[in-house]
């Protein structure tokens, strides 16, 4: 058994509540089962919202929906939406987005960037879209005050050559798509929250 794995089995057996001894002696006796709790186990995460991608078609139509709607778009997210990389949906499509804090991840103090997407696929989430940004921007019109959503995805590469994120930001009296780094190395503290697609 490699290091890794013992230290998993160490953290399964912390948690573990007070087990009655026969429905532990299933799980050995049925790997299979032990997988599929486990797997149920990792799915703790509720659904934030689902949102639609695809009804904008292009970056245009977007920031005019975004105007219209009151908010605002930061020039470093304005930056990020005139890049090559950044796509929409080619048609509609619902997604299922979950919210979870660093900590939430299992990182006490602070991760990298890179480190936070690992753990969440390994917990059954998925990167974002690009386009998950600016329709979340569309469709919260409720956000509180005060909250930051970071959205995970790959990073894109602004005009002067920042790996860049989007963030949904209800800033005082302001709703705006704004824009931060997607460094790999950039460390994002414990109460940071991300936004992530749930994997189908």
């Not at 089995?9 to 299979?32: F, H, T, Y």
């Not at 569309?138 to 590469?157: N, R, S």
Request: net charge negative.
């Amino acid at each position: 058994m490699d290091k890794q794995t013992a230290k998993l089995g160490a953290r399964i057996l912390e948690n573990l509540p007070n087990m009655d001894s026969e429905v532990m002696q299933e799980w050995i006796d049925d790997p299979k089962g032990l997988q599929e709790a486990l797997r149920q186990a990792l799915c703790r995460f509720k659904t934030f919202k689902t949102i639609k991608l695809g009804t904008k078609k292009s970056v245009k139509a977007i920031r005019q929906a975004i105007a219209d709607t009151g908010c605002y778009i930061s020039g470093w997210a304005n930056d990020i939406l005139g890049q090559f990389a950044f796509t929409a949906a080619t048609k509609e499509t619902e997604v299922e987005l979950v919210v979870v804090s660093v900590a939430e991840l299992g990182f006490k103090d602070e991760a990298k960037y890179s480190v936070i997407c690992k753990r969440a696929q390994q917990l059954g989430l998925a990167l974002c879209p690009a386009e998950v940004g600016p329709q979340l921007r569309l469709q919260y019109p409720d956000q509180p005050k005060g909250e930051w959503l970071h959205v995970a995805m790959e990073p894109i590469t602004d005009s002067v050559s920042n790996l860049s994120l989007f963030i949904v930001v209800h800033n005082d009296d302001e709703r705006l798509l704004y824009g931060d780094h997607g460094r790999p190395d950039c460390l994002w503290g414990a109460g940071d929250r991300f936004v992530f697609v749930r994997s189908k």
